[in-house]
């Protein structure tokens, strides 16, 4: 007869395992990369478009627009990128 403090247990889950943490910690993540591309590229915009304003040769105006334009597509593919996210995020099962 086994001794009851050497008998096993298994413990079982209840239902769905709970992925609230890792989404939260997701989710926090998300929104500090969001501040820092968005602060980030408004200093680098601004930089970019007196660099503009301010050019002299056409050679250095036409290298500040594209800088603009590389700083504007930048900051699209972080705003797709976190909707991307939040669409896989809400799609796991259980949630």
């Not at 998300?30 to 591309?37: C, S």
Request: cysteine-free.
């Amino acid at each position: 007869m086994p001794r009851k403090d050497l008998e096993a247990h298994m413990v079982f889950l209840a239902g769905e395992p709970d992925i609230t943490p890792i989404t939260n910690l997701i989710t926090t993540w998300i929104h500090i990369g969001q501040a820092l591309v968005g602060s980030i590229g408004a200093l680098a915009f601004i930089f970019a478009f007196i660099w503009k304003i301010t050019a002299v040769e056409t050679k250095s105006a036409l290298a500040a627009k594209q800088w603009i334009q590389r700083i504007v597509v930048g900051t699209i593919g972080v705003e797709v990128a976190s909707s991307l996210v939040g669409i896989l995020t809400s799609s796991v099962p259980g949630r």
